[in-house]
């Protein structure tokens, strides 16, 4: 494998979390535009951990993970009534804000004669505990894909759990969701911590792999893309938003088949599949026919 | 419970070892070409006393900090320069001008990352500015 191809491998499992993250939140009914905050809350926190405070990376990526699960349930709590528009500008609000507080935040220690840490604007430069311990990009995009296959197989497995079924109740008619019994409020709230960790964990793995981060890296940009690939790939499975990543990075970017064009294309694809299909290219009833071609005679929820 | 704590001690001083390495004192600069988008960057390498370094192998690649992961610029590995010890070249192609995370991957003489951010602009390429 190439050097170009392990790097487009592991951008695409790296983003893949971010997309996965907002995939969870769009299909119990909430469209987040701030799922890069928590990319960056990982990144920063596992950074942190291994340079300066020279945690294993094991710890570290769980460390980003668990600061990103916090942060997510915690505007989570705070925005637990809002829907609709007033929490898709409050989860922007809550990234901006973390955004311009990274930028400002500086909290540097020598670490063998060299000074690390966060510097800013200026960001935070020689993440490099997985290349001390040996790990080589080929590796490393191992782990990230080992770790994303996780990821996938647990948010596949709840989807199919009584919680799983209640948040796509959730997504598809609150009211009703909370008439049948669902802790609406509740659930929303965990759903949006699980989504930070998701994300949290993908911002470790970018961090070590990368070495270099910079609040700029997490604006809404990102964010943006991270609907996207959900609104593209589909609502139906968590296979969705990796499909969606695929088709823009593994294929639109890598090809290079629109040179400069590419971010015009990626927009008017994203218009066309909304007015085409809403809910993506495996949508809900498009995952149930599969289902039913795959397994004839089981009957799915 | 002690084999953890015996893998925790390990860990510990492993990070400490490679932490306290010096490390090879690297120098980066980039300057257009007669290509569009094409780049010539030129690797400057010494060790800590300033003594040129040879045998380097290192690989460049670019990230772009406003779009993170969302370009894939093909790693290209670095020439070492006939006459001048301790440089190597390489020419890198971007997507776009602007600024880049510029990553210098090190495998030999022993491996280390190192990254540097540069203004690439068509006409002239600068360091980005600190803040």
């Known amino acids: 494998m190439s050097d170009f191809q392990i790097g487009l491998l592991s951008n695409v499992g790296m983003i893949a979390f971010v997309a996965l993250s907002a995939y969870l939140l769009l299909i119990s009914g909430s469209i987040s535009f701030g799922q890069q905050a928590y990319f960056g809350l990982g990144a920063y926190a596992a950074g942190i951990a291994t340079a300066l405070w020279e945690w294993p990376l094991a710890v570290a990526l769980g460390l980003g993970a668990l600061l990103g699960g916090v942060g997510g349930g915690l505007v989570g709590l705070l925005t637990r009534r809002l829907h609709g528009v007033y929490f898709a500008i409050a989860t922007l609000a809550f990234a901006e804000v973390t955004r311009v507080a990274l930028d400002l935040w500086r909290y540097q220690r020598a670490i063998g004669g060299e000074l690390l840490g966060p510097d800013g604007p200026n960001g935070f430069n020689g993440i490099r505990r997985a290349f001390e311990e040996g790990w080589t990009p080929q590796s490393f995009m191992i782990l990230i894909w080992t770790l994303l296959a996780a990821t996938l197989l647990a948010l596949m497995l709840f989807e199919r759990s009584r919680a799983g079924i209640a948040v796509r109740a959730t997504g598809g008619d609150p009211v009703l969701a909370s008439l049948l019994g669902t802790d609406v409020a509740r659930l929303r709230v965990a759903i949006a911590a699980a989504a930070g960790a998701i994300a949290g964990l993908g911002g470790g793995l970018y961090a070590h792999l990368n070495t270099y981060i910079e609040p700029r890296l997490f604006d809404v940009m990102l964010g943006v893309h991270a609907l996207a690939y959900g609104l593209i790939g589909g609502l139906g499975t968590a296979l969705g938003p990796l499909i969606g990543v695929m088709i823009d990075i593994g294929i639109l970017e890598s090809s290079r088949l629109f040179h400069g064009w590419r971010m015009v294309v990626f927009g008017g694809l994203v218009a066309l599949l909304l007015i085409w299909r809403p809910r993506g290219l495996l949508d809900e009833a498009t995952v149930g026919r599969l289902r039913a071609w795959f397994y004839p005679g089981t009957r799915h929820a | ?131």
């Open chain 2, 1 to 131: 419970m002690r084999r953890v704590a015996v893998a925790a001690c390990l860990a510990v001083l492993v990070s400490v070892a490679s932490a306290q390495v010096p490390r090879l004192r690297v120098d980066l600069g980039c300057q257009p070409t007669e290509a569009s988008l094409v780049f010539l960057c030129t690797v400057d390498v010494a060790d800590p006393a300033g003594k040129a370094v040879e045998g380097v192998e290192v690989t460049l690649s670019a990230d772009m900090p406003s779009m993170p992961m969302a370009h894939n610029v093909r790693p290209v590995k670095a020439e070492p320069v006939a006459g001048r010890p301790g440089r190597y070249q390489a020419r890198i192609t971007l997507e776009m001008t602007g600024e880049w995370a510029v990553r210098l991957r090190f495998d030999a003489p022993r491996p280390d990352v190192v990254v540097r951010k540069l203004d690439f602009q068509k006409d002239k390429v600068s360091p980005a500015a600190t803040r």
